[in-house]
């Protein structure tokens, strides 16, 4: 399917005139104008400025040029070689030269700024500048400063005379280390470039390969053939994301290669010769974020469109609108922070300028990618509930507030599309509930105490109340959903066995992530931990575990062991199943708050396996909440006796290595726990079929 796709695309005049035909005609003729553009820049940056002044006589001009022209009034050395050696030059204009007063000329543009001497001891000089002009504002800055430095020259001459071993308060010299770094365009051009030209290379793919299939009458044929409709969607996404990515590359080529014929290369890379080969790297990895997210974004666009025309009248605002994340790589003070990092596009805008520039920071580029992951699953997601949908009645049936129409049917568990928009959404969701009740707690100065109870309610709504929400609007059963089967006492007891043992294997966990250099903390944010720790064992107990240990396991268990697991049964074997649900849930533990702390990820992502292990074999969410609970709430309770049990770590919040007396009967505890579990799985599932089988 993907051959298939790939070939026609490839095939279509449109995709060659996009691919090959713009990049070899337009960069030519964009490298020529920017070429003038820069050297026009270049040239009128290299001359001095000469602001012009105003004054009423003959008489104020000279006085002022007089104080100008002093030696004094320069500025010392050293601060005029921070400025490369350059010193602003002022041209007086009188009244009668300028043609009107000064006010009027300064009105009319024809000065920068009207000045105005009175006569006296000292004289008065009246400056009068052009609110928001930033000539006027300038000129009437550097003259005030020019004038500062006369007046401490003549101060000091009369210091001088008055005291012979006068000194001044300080002498300063400036000084400075390091290489001169050239600037660099490449931070505010390319992510402009890549936003214009991945999505100008995935509008026509994405067109064709849906609305296109429903103009020409071929949508019955290929929702017919024996291929699932999701093979078949990610056969197509596939294409439009290979031809965003050529086009894209494509157009990248062709500007640098334009670039270094012109020889303005380096004016926008900063280097001296040569090509920027690990910035072409960074490139490349930044083509495929953009790419795979446009080409989900304009799938699930393109694929209720009834015509070619009718989805080309949707992508031109969507294109349109793209440009402004674009503009904002342009914008100076806008950085990769806060819910700039889980804004769509904006962030992946503002990722690409801050690798470029070198000043991107790991923790909101994690958050960046993760996020827009999360936003192109849920574009598919409504791409794969749309595309085909209505192919078998009508070919112009389909429509975007299908998506938002409940079912008239009961279902047993979720759709694989409404787990993915739910897991998609559930990142903003959580950092955003999560980062607003701190900071209303911080506003409000609540306790600790208070304070995590916030951020329980946080989890609450983010990861419990809105997958539950998402399932009664699709009317799904409850029960089935989040596995409300009660269990077996024997698989509560080795439930609550894993719990206890499994927290000394992940502290192991831990501790190897850290000693790989997977960590996420400075040294400032592991003082900030540290107190945070030593603050909370002034908790009450019964807040700990009801804020850090039953809430996260009643939330997490039914979201991730429930919804999310329910929803993939269907299409996973067990362990994959497993697997890709404790991978999810080690990915949401890597991002808490506004912080990402990587190296919960091992350890967070093996509690998920057996917890994935457990839900499967008991067919039911409760022991997992068991294991959960006991886990959190053992590790809470050590965290607040941590003073008395010194042998889990030095009172100053460092963690060490379990004593080997310790570790061995924890590793026994978690596996005696796993074999109590299937045990009982193995007997419940024989009482289950004896009572519909009697005598089997």
């Not at 787990?419 to 559930?426: D, F, G, P, R």
Request: one cysteine or more; a neutral charge.
């Amino acid at each position: 399917m993907c051959k298939k796709e790939m070939l026609e695309t490839l095939r279509d005049r449109r995709t060659m005139i996009t691919l090959v035909m713009m990049p070899l005609l337009l960069y030519p003729l964009l490298g020529m104008a920017f070429n003038r553009f820069l050297y026009n820049y270049a040239a009128g940056a290299s001359e001095e400025t000469a602001y012009r002044i105003g004054v009423d006589t003959e008489a104020e001009g000279e006085t002022l040029l007089r104080w100008l022209e002093d030696p004094r009034s320069q500025p010392p050395e050293e601060i005029l070689n921070a400025s490369d050696g350059k010193l602003a030059k002022f041209k007086v204009l009188f009244s009668g030269e300028a043609g009107n007063d000064t006010l009027q000329s300064l009105k009319n543009n024809e000065i920068d700024l009207a000045a105005k001497v009175t006569a006296g001891q000292p004289p008065l000089l009246e400056l009068t500048s052009y609110e928001g002009d930033a000539g006027s504002a300038g000129a009437r800055r550097i003259l005030v400063e020019r004038l500062e430095w006369l007046r401490l020259a003549l101060a000091e001459e009369v210091a001088k005379q008055a005291q012979e071993q006068y000194q001044p308060p300080a002498q300063v010299t400036l000084a400075s280390i390091g290489e001169p770094a050239a600037p660099s365009a490449l931070g505010t051009v390319i992510p402009l470039v890549l936003v214009l030209m991945t999505i100008t290379g995935a509008v026509y793919p994405a067109i064709d390969l849906t609305a296109g299939e429903r103009e020409r009458g071929t949508m019955e044929a290929l929702m017919a053939s024996p291929v699932p409709r999701s093979s078949i969607l990610l056969s197509k996404y596939v294409a439009v994301v290979t031809v965003a990515l050529l086009t894209a590359l494509a157009n990248l080529v062709a500007m640098f290669m334009t670039l270094w014929a012109s020889q303005l290369l380096p004016l926008v890379t900063g280097q001296e010769d040569g090509l920027p080969w690990l910035a072409m790297v960074q490139i490349l990895g930044l083509l495929v974020l953009f790419s795979g997210f446009f080409a989900a974004v304009l799938l699930s666009l393109t694929s209720y469109a009834r015509s070619f025309k009718e989805a080309q009248a949707y992508l031109i605002p969507i294109m349109l609108l793209s440009l402004t994340p674009g503009v904002l790589s342009l914008m100076p003070g806008v950085t990769l922070s806060g819910p700039m990092a889980i804004a769509p596009l904006v962030n992946i805008v503002l990722l690409a300028r801050e690798v470029l520039q070198g000043t991107a920071q790991a923790g909101p580029a994690m958050l960046t990618v993760i996020s827009t992951v999360g936003y192109a699953f849920a574009a598919i997601s409504i791409a794969a509930k749309l595309f085909g949908g209505d192919a078998v009645s009508r070919t112009s049936g389909a429509s975007i507030a299908g998506l938002f129409t409940r079912p008239a049917n009961m279902k047993l568990v979720p759709t694989t599309q409404a787990a993915a928009m739910t897991l998609a959404l559930l990142v903003p969701l959580y950092y955003l509930s999560s980062n607003f009740l701190v900071q209303f707690g911080t506003t409000l100065e609540l306790s600790l105490a208070n304070k995590l109870l916030l951020s329980a309610l946080a989890l609450i709504l983010a990861f419990g109340l809105f997958p539950w929400l998402v399932a009664r609007f699709n009317r799904c059963q409850l029960s089935t959903t989040y596995q409300l089967k009660s269990p077996s006492a024997l698989s509560i007891v080795g439930a609550v066995l894993v719990g206890i043992g499994a927290w000394g294997v992940m502290q192991e966990l831990f501790l190897l992530a850290d000693a790989m250099g997977i960590r996420g903390l400075d040294d400032e944010k592991i003082a900030q931990a540290k107190e945070t720790a030593r603050q909370l064992q002034d908790v009450p107990l019964v807040i700990l575990l009801f804020a850090m240990a039953l809430t996260p396991a009643v939330v997490e268990e039914f979201c991730f062991r429930g919804f999310l697991f329910t929803a993939l049964k269907r299409l996973m074997t067990p362990w994959r199943l497993i697997f890709v649900t404790a991978l999810v849930f080690g990915l949401f533990h890597v991002v808490t708050g506004n912080m990402l702390l990587p190296e919960r990820f091992l350890p967070t992502t093996a509690m998920g396996v057996i917890l994935g292990w457990i839900a499967w074999k008991t067919q039911s969410i409760w022991p997992g909440i068991v294991a959960h609970f006991s886990y959190n709430g053992l590790l809470m309770t050590i965290g607040k006796y941590r003073d008395q049990l010194d042998w889990l770590g030095s009172t100053d919040g460092e963690s060490k290595h379990l004593p080997m007396s310790w570790l061995i009967p924890l590793v026994i505890v978690t596996i005696v726990g796993l074999l109590i579990v299937h045990v009982a799985s193995v007997v419940k599932s024989d009482a289950v079929t004896q009572e519909v089988h009697p005598g089997a």
